[in-house]
């Protein structure tokens, strides 16, 4: 699959729509001039172009996902480790945890994600 990228204003944009949809085309015309003082042009501008790449659909003026929000972050997460740890999650555990301490309840989780990782999701 082809690298999807996303700048600061294409991210606010995006989750604009992943937090709205399914909407119509109108009614997020309405939201990106409301958060992010855009023209209508401009919407339909950015538009367009995530359609391109592959993180959006609109089907008859209504704009939807094509690409979740957990997936995408789940990519770009993939990509950042692969590119800077070789692919090694521990490794990447280990350097964030030399500068950041995990509370008792983020190990927690961690810990229940991997037993259930364990117990059959591959």
Known sequence: ??????????????????????LNSGKLVEL???????KKSTTYTVLKKLCERGIFKNDGGVVSSIISK????????EKFV?????????????????????????IEEIKRMINSYGKGKK
């Open 1 to 22: 699959m082809e690298e999807i990228k996303l700048g600061v204003v294409e991210s606010q944009f995006a989750d604009i729509i992943w937090n709205n949809e399914p």
């Open 32 to 38: 990106c001039k409301e958060k992010l003082e855009w």
């Open 70 to 77: 957990d997936e995408f972050y789940a990519m770009q997460s």
């Open 82 to 106: 692969g590119e800077n740890f070789g692919g090694s999650l521990p490794a990447f555990i280990a350097a964030f945890t030399t500068r950041n301490n995990l509370s008792k309840k983020d």
